[in-house]
């Protein structure tokens, strides 16, 4: 199975901690987010592996070199995407990554700060049988109930459908019942009302391969640099990305300094 971490981000809420190391770097009870992150890939049989790269690329690769001696015979298969030249946003990234990726099988993306008790290979399995049903299935994202000022919105088959910002009232959505009720003041109550079920991104999903084309087509459009989350919203009406919840996830961003301690906890609780 294959995987993509995003790893190129500037880590700016991560400062002064990532002033001169890539987030990817930062410590968390004496490892590394991409040690985890890639602990975790490997040992739910993830050992065909892309890093995009971009803020202290070099480290990154030099600290996978490190890591790939220590794991004895046995060995993943890594390589690097490299966005150098400019930092393409979750989106920009994995179409810039296509040649990497597209082996006709789907594909799983993985935010470098994320740790939780995630049954990946489940997720994979469950993703690869939905795009088999359908063909109109590019992507599955795993969500949680975890407060956030800005979800996403799913119907009540958990089939994307829209999304909201909680602070602005702003709604985003290609249905025009759910998009003309951005900028009111009860658009959430209006949603709810309407049979939308909100849930917060978790930064795991699995793509269909079938997924590049679209890409492409949007990319043309807006360019190089561009978040997947607008990707995913600009073609919901016409394909199919479904929403998968865990009842029994923990799972957590590791984005801020703050956040640490209560990373370490979490690993502590889940043995990681």
Not at 170 to 190: I, N, T, W, Y
């Amino acid at each position: 199975m294959k995987a993509l971490v995003f790893a190129a981000g500037l880590g700016t809420r991560l400062r002064p901690l990532t002033n001169d190391r890539p987030k990817a770097l930062v410590k968390i009870g004496g490892r590394t987010l991409l040690e985890i992150t890639l602990d975790n890939l490997v040992h739910q049989g993830f050992t065909d592996i892309v890093i995009n790269v971009h803020h202290f690329g070099t480290l990154v690769e030099e600290f996978v070199g490190e890591y790939l001696q220590k794991c004895g015979e046995v060995k993943p298969k890594i390589v690097f995407s490299e966005e150098f030249d400019l930092l393409r946003d979750t989106g920009g990234g994995i179409l810039h990554a296509k040649k990497l990726l597209c082996d006709g099988e789907p594909f799983l993306v993985h935010n470098v700060d994320i740790v939780s008790n995630l049954n990946l290979r489940a997720l994979y399995g469950f993703a690869s049988a939905l795009e088999e049903s359908d063909t109109r299935q590019i992507a599955t994202v795993v969500v949680n109930g975890r407060y956030s000022d800005r979800r996403l919105l799913f119907d009540e088959n958990m089939v994307l459908a829209g999304w909201e910002n909680l602070k602005t009232c702003e709604v985003k959505s290609p249905r025009e019942e759910f998009a003309s009720l951005s900028g009111r003041r009860d658009a959430h109550e209006q949603l709810m009302d309407r049979g939308l079920n909100p849930f917060a991104f978790a930064g795991v999903h699995v793509i269909s391969p079938r997924v590049f084309d679209l890409l492409e087509r949007y990319s043309s459009e807006h360019g190089e640099k561009f978040s997947v989350i607008d990707f995913y919203l600009n073609y919901s009406k016409d394909y199919t990305i479904s929403g998968k919840f865990f009842k029994d996830l923990k799972i957590m961003d590791v984005g801020k300094i703050e956040h640490i301690a209560e990373a370490e906890a979490l690993m502590g609780d889940l043995n990681l």
